[in-house]
């Protein structure tokens, strides 16, 4: 079982194009069956048009899921759980904290790896009466791992044994590899804003969904080493991996979503052909 999973907050673009067509192709050649899953957890940024643009500009290169589509925005009950399970573990805490506090007290040498500051651990070990006091004021807050717990945890869970993934890459070559969520720090699994985040959202539907083989973007690589570790946690199968390499703008930086120019939609109405965008995504 695979999946395409697009978040509906832009159109899809040459990038996108590429991760579809993988997805299908290695669905094909297991002989599996590749769904598609709208991930539109954030409610703010989701449009209906990018959500018919999805489905339509899939089609239009020939791809076909089984349905129903599941929306995560129909699954907030299912994160909930999760995220409750997860603290009666003792594994999260709440976070009061804003953007702007966090950057003053973070080590500006220590980033994720998406960039963000590693969190310098505000809330950590703060008092119930403290953490009470907040609530009562209707403070928003966000539920964050206390990773050097559940790093205990999962270790005993694994007897000591080193976490580690599976990566098939592009060529299908299993690569043993050692997983480092540390890396991530103290990272968010709630937001403040929806009552999940993409790292939770994505670990609980694989596993519902059964899907055995995740195939996405290179640029999403590090975020596997947190994916195994609430995995482990959680008690959910493991999953293969295939991170496949990115499509790149002539200055060779990943397309964002604001590259209007390389949106299928775009490329269609300019009269490209679905065998033009894979040439284009690099699938043949
Ligand atoms: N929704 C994510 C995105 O559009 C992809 C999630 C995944 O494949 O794990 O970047």
Redesign the pocket.
């Given at each position: 079982m695979l999946r395409f999973?697009?978040?509906p907050n832009g159109e899809l673009h040459l990038g996108h194009a590429r991760s579809a067509l993988f997805t299908w192709r290695m669905a094909r050649d297991l002989d599996g069956v590749a769904l598609l899953r709208i991930?539109d957890i954030d409610t703010a940024r989701t449009r209906r048009v990018f959500i018919d643009g999805i489905f339509e500009d899939l089609s239009w290169l020939g791809l076909t899921w089984p349905e129903p589509v599941v929306f995560q925005s129909q699954r907030f009950e299912a994160y909930r759980a999760a995220a409750a399970e997860l603290e009666m573990m003792g594994l999260l805490y709440p976070c009061f904290a804003t953007r702007a506090e966090i950057e003053a007290a973070a080590d500006p040498r220590r980033k994720d790896p998406d960039g963000a500051p590693i969190y310098p651990g505000l809330w950590r070990g703060k008092s119930g009466a403290e953490i009470a006091r907040r609530k009562a004021g209707g403070v928003p807050y966000a539920l964050r791992l206390d990773m050097q717990r559940a790093l205990a945890y999962a270790g005993r869970m694994l007897d000591s044994a080193p976490l580690t993934f599976v990566e098939l890459g592009e060529e299908g070559m299993p690569r043993t590899i050692t997983a480092d969520p540390a890396r991530w720090g103290d990272v968010v699994l709630v937001r403040k804003d929806t009552p999940t985040s993409?790292h939770l959202a994505?670990v609980v539907d694989d596993a519902s969904q059964g899907v055995t083989h995740?195939t996405?973007g290179a640029d999403?690589f590090a975020a596997t080493d947190l994916h195994r570790l609430l995995q482990v946690l959680l008690g959910l199968p493991e999953p293969m991996y295939a991170h496949h390499g990115l499509v790149t703008d002539a200055d060779g930086r990943k397309l964002s979503k604001s590259a209007r120019d390389t949106s299928l939609k775009s490329l269609r109405e300019a009269g490209a052909t679905p065998a033009d965008i894979r040439r284009m995504a690099g699938l043949t």
């Open positions: 999973a697009p978040s991930e993409y994505v995740v996405r999403l």
